[in-house]
T-cell receptor, first 114, second 113 residues
Framework: KAGVTQTPRYLIKTRGQQVTLSCSPI?????VSWYQQTPGQGLQFLFE???????NKGNFPGRFSGRQFSNSRSEMNVSTLELGDSALYLC?????????????FGPGTRLTVT | AQSVTQLGSHVSVSEGALVLLRCNYS??????LFWYVQYPNQGLQLLLK??????LVKGINGFEAEFKKSETSFHLTKPSAHMSDAAEYFC???????????FGPGTSLSVIP
């Protein structure tokens, strides 16, 4: 089975621009979660989507948004980019069946805001 | 609410020595606990998980962890470190099926030849 894929892998944007990141989960997985990883803040949860509905949301400003499509692929969007948005954005998918919520992570998208 | 602390942001061990990475959690409900590893420029990979049942959990690459409810701990161990174990390790907790996963700050493991 193919793993979680994220595109693009690297991105450079300018302050004030907006960006869209894409995540394709493992085939059959219906839940997709997004995380922001920075050296200072570590791994921070952004949001989780299941069957096209946002199920959980982290403490990020409204500039961060996401969506999930009927094929479970997900996108996240960041509008009006700030320097502090520079980070590795990780996507993780899971089934999720039962209570053992095992997540499978993609390689991430490295976003640099200049 | 759940939270995770990892004692020691950086741990160094000699090749062949015991690896011990500490994780303590807080949870208002019986937790699900996970250890993930992240190699440079890669995503996270699940090492092992505890849901219910046996408190000693064995994972991949020779790692294991023991759930100790009385100590609210889930420390990760490996009897003999290999150079390839050098990576960032994250402990994570989840309260219920519908809670988000909370990650600890991570511990960077260095293995000295």
């Amino acid at each position: 089975k193919a793993g979680v894929t994220q595109t693009p892998r690297y991105l450079i944007k300018t302050r004030g621009q907006q960006v869209t990141l894409s995540c394709s989960p493992i085939s059959g997985h219906r839940s997709v979660s997004w995380y922001q990883q920075t050296p200072g803040q570590g791994l921070q949860f952004l949001f989780e989507y299941f069957s096209e509905t946002q199920r959980n949301k982290g403490n990020f400003p409204g500039r961060f948004s996401g969506r999930q499509f009927s094929n479970s692929r997900s996108e996240m969007n960041v509008s009006t980019l700030e320097l502090g948005d520079s980070a590795l954005y990780l996507c993780a998918s899971s089934l999720p069946q039962g209570k053992a919520y095992e997540q499978y992570f993609g390689p991430g998208t490295r976003l640099t805001v200049t | 609410a759940q939270s995770v602390t990892q004692l020691g942001s950086h741990v160094s061990v000699s090749e062949g020595a015991l690896v011990l990475l500490r994780c303590n959690y807080s949870s208002s409900v019986p937790p699900y606990l996970f250890w993930y590893v992240q190699y440079p420029n890669q995503g996270l990979q699940l090492l092992l998980k505890y849901t219910t049942g046996a408190t000693l959990v064995k994972g991949i690459n020779g790692f294991e962890a023991e759930f100790k409810k009385s100590e609210t701990s889930f420390h990760l161990t490996k009897p003999s470190a290999h150079m390839s174990d050098a990576a960032e390790y994250f402990c994570a907790v989840k309260g219920t099926s519908y809670d988000k996963v909370i990650f600890g700050p991570g511990t960077s493991l260095s293995v000295i030849p």
